[in-house]
């Protein structure tokens, strides 16, 4: 992209918060933890981009469990809240970040996911086919 004056990088942080499977050469473990209101590890890398693209697919084939505290804290607090409360907290820690750190006249932020059903394409594609027919 060198006639362009740009960039493009990639930067690995699977569920946008921290969590212990944020390597990317050692990111499949046996049971996933979210520190759920720590995102700055990875933020301090999206500081001063351009144009940012997050995606949170993963977030939808798993129950993860939720550390309250450090990885290092001897009195760490865990818990599970459900797929769709541990998403809610980590989005909204995620949006939390932008309002606070993302120049919205100079960044541009943009949002990928996939329908909490796209494992289950059968029933996604006959509803789709459903409304095509009802049209």
């Not at 499977?21 to 999206?46: F, T």
């Not at 550390?67 to 001897?74: K, M, N, Q, R, T």
């Not at 980590?90 to 943009?110: E, I, S, Y």
């Amino acid at each position: 992209m060198k006639e362009y004056n740009a960039t493009i990088d990639f930067y690995w942080a699977p569920l946008l918060v921290e969590s212990n499977c944020d390597d990317p050469s050692y990111h499949r473990v046996d049971e996933r933890i979210v520190r759920i209101d720590s995102i700055e590890k990875h933020a301090r890398i999206w500081k001063d981009a351009d144009v940012l693209v997050f995606n949170s697919y993963l977030w939808w084939r798993l129950n993860l469990k939720v550390l309250w505290g450090s990885f290092e804290s001897a009195n760490a607090k865990y818990e599970y809240l459900g797929m769709l409360r541990t998403y809610e907290l980590g989005l909204q820690t995620w949006a939390d970040w932008l309002d606070t750190h993302v120049n919205r006249t100079k960044t541009r932020v943009f949002f990928v996911s996939l329908s909490p059903t796209h494992n289950r394409y059968i029933i996604y594609f006959s509803n789709l086919l459903l409304l095509f027919k009802l049209v």
